[in-house]
């Protein structure tokens, strides 16, 4: 089955940056699913920050709007995370996943650690 493998967190400072990567294990046609990065912070629930459709129309939660920018590369079956301006609630560990799987068990992988620094 299918998990997505996340890549590019790390440590930061407040007002910093990182770009965020991820892949698909397995074998998908991946340009064929719209696609979501999610996050959890520590104590609560996993929550959509940015989507993109299969025509490129993206969208993203109020608390990451113009700071986030989120792209995907259909040629290597890759979506970004371009964050910027970074908070100290932006803490958090990162994943991505097709859109619609908030409520699903089905291809999450292990996620990135981002953690901003005040």
């Known amino acids: 089955q299918v998990q997505f493998v996340e890549s590019g967190g790390g440590l930061v400072q407040s007002g910093g940056s990182l770009t965020l990567s991820c892949v698909p294990s397995g074998d998908m046609i991946f340009q064929m699913y719209n696609m979501a990065w999610y996050r959890q912070a520590p104590g609560k629930q996993r929550e959509v920050v940015a989507s993109?459709?299969?025509?490129?129309?993206?969208s993203y939660s109020d608390s990451v709007k113009g700071r986030f920018t989120i792209s995907r590369t259909n040629a290597n079956s890759t979506v970004q995370l371009q964050m910027k301006n970074l908070e100290s609630a932006d803490t958090a560990i990162y994943y991505c996943n097709i859109v619609g799987q908030l409520k699903s068990t089905k291809y999450w992988g292990q996620g990135t650690q981002v953690a901003v620094s005040s």
């Open positions: 993109i459709s299969t025509d490129g129309t993206t």
